[in-house]
């Protein structure tokens, strides 16, 4: 078996597990603890930067979760999951595929640090709300997009779905989904009820 993915549940890795499993493909998994550079012994021997998700497939080796799902797209395709460059829509699915982390999960990030991860001191009130307003501002062109589409890109579920459904499920997690308006709530239940996300987030 050569994919092989070192995964935290509800983590960044739900992207490639997600995928994996949208496309039927055999793979290898490793469930850890988070923080895995802490309490996975080895962890950080084979991905130095100690972040999730990891990933090989032979000797290729990936750390980023959006790039991860591009990359069983294109290398396991071909596959209804990817936008082909000669389609209208391939330019918005890249966009949306590096937005979900770019601009999405990033001000997440800082809300699940200042409020769970860092020590009762150090937490900080101020930068949970004024990260919670940043993501949601930025999530208003999802709201946009999603009104009159029930998809992304190219009247289909792609793995832009899957990168961004990864930004609201962590948005649920952070109790951030109240905030939902009600394009992106509708859409967010769509995604819920696929049995390829149901099986990755059991996982």
């Known amino acids: 078996m050569a994919l092989k993915l070192w995964h935290c549940s509800l983590s960044r890795s739900i992207r490639p597990l997600w995928t ?14 988070f923080p895995p550079r802490f309490l996975h012994p080895g ?8 972040t999730v998700p990891f ?9 980023e979760s959006s790039a991860i799902s591009q990359y069983l797209v294109d290398r396991y395709g071909p596959t209804s999951l990817s936008v082909r460059p000669d389609e209208r829509d391939y ?9 979900s982390d ?16 860092e020590p009762e001191e150090r937490r900080h009130k101020q930068v949970v709300q004024d990260y ?7 999530l208003r062109s999802l709201e946009r997009m999603v009104a009159k589409r029930e998809f992304l890109c190219s009247d289909r579920f792609t793995i832009a779905d899957i990168s961004v459904g990864f930004a609201l499920l962590m948005a649920e997690t952070l109790g951030l989904h109240e905030g939902f308006k009600q394009h992106t709530a509708a859409y967010y239940a769509r995604l819920k009820i696929r049995p390829a996300y149901i099986k990755a987030c059991s996982l």
């Not at 950080?44 to 100690?50: F, H």
């Not at 330019?91 to 937005?99: C, Q, V």
């Not at 919670?132 to 930025?138: A, I, K, P």
């Open 43 to 50: 962890y950080t021997d084979l991905n130095p930067i100690g």
């Open 102 to 117: 770019a601009t999405l999960t990033f001000p997440q990030t800082l809300v699940l640090r200042y409020s769970q991860l």
């Open 132 to 138: 919670s307003q940043w993501f949601y501002s930025r």
């Open 20 to 33: 994996m499993e949208e496309m039927g493909l055999d793979y290898e998994l490793v469930c850890m603890k």
């Open 55 to 63: 990933f090989t497939d032979g000797f290729v080796e990936m750390t």
């Open 91 to 99: 330019g918005l699915y890249l966009n949306w595929l590096h937005r």
